[in-house]
Nanobody, 128 residues
Framework: QVQLVESGGGLVQAGGSLRLSCAAS????????MAWFRQAPGKEREFVAA????????YYPDSVKGRFTISKDNAKNTLYLQMTSLKPEDTARYYC?????????????????????WGQGTQVTVSS
């Protein structure tokens, strides 16, 4: 029903910037909240950012607030994550995800259990 493909990762120095993209295929992209998660080796997958169905509401944890910006272009079926002031602690594989179909599908969640489709991820490595 839905396929998500991330791109834009790479190797950057601390303080640098990257913009990640997530191209979505399938129906009703505009009807769902979306999120970015990241996972480093040996660690659990961590919430990074979420955006509601229309793009009007966003949420970030303190670890990235003020540095990362999530956005959503429903006309292009694409989710973005603009990352600035990158730190070595940001090194991880970054995944986009679609919120599960249901009564709350339009709205933000930071709970990994509320997302049912995932991309393959794109690697972000920040050197010190």
């Amino acid at each position: 029903q839905v396929q998500l493909v991330e791109s834009g990762g790479g190797l950057v120095q601390a303080g640098g910037s990257l913009r990640l993209s997530c191209a979505a295929s399938g129906r009703s992209f505009s009807s769902y909240a979306m999120a970015w998660f990241r996972q480093a080796p040996g660690k659990e997958r961590e919430f990074v950012a979420a955006i509601n169905w229309s793009g009007g509401d966003t949420y970030y944890p303190d670890s990235v607030k003020g540095r990362f910006t999530i956005s959503k272009d429903n006309a292009k079926n694409t989710l973005y994550l603009q990352m600035t002031s990158l730190k070595p602690e940001d090194t991880a594989r970054y995944y986009c995800a679609k919120r599960s179909t249901g009564p709350s599908q339009h709205f933000i969640s930071r709970d990994i259990a509320n997302y049912d489709y995932w991309g393959q991820g794109t690697q972000v490595t920040v050197s010190s």
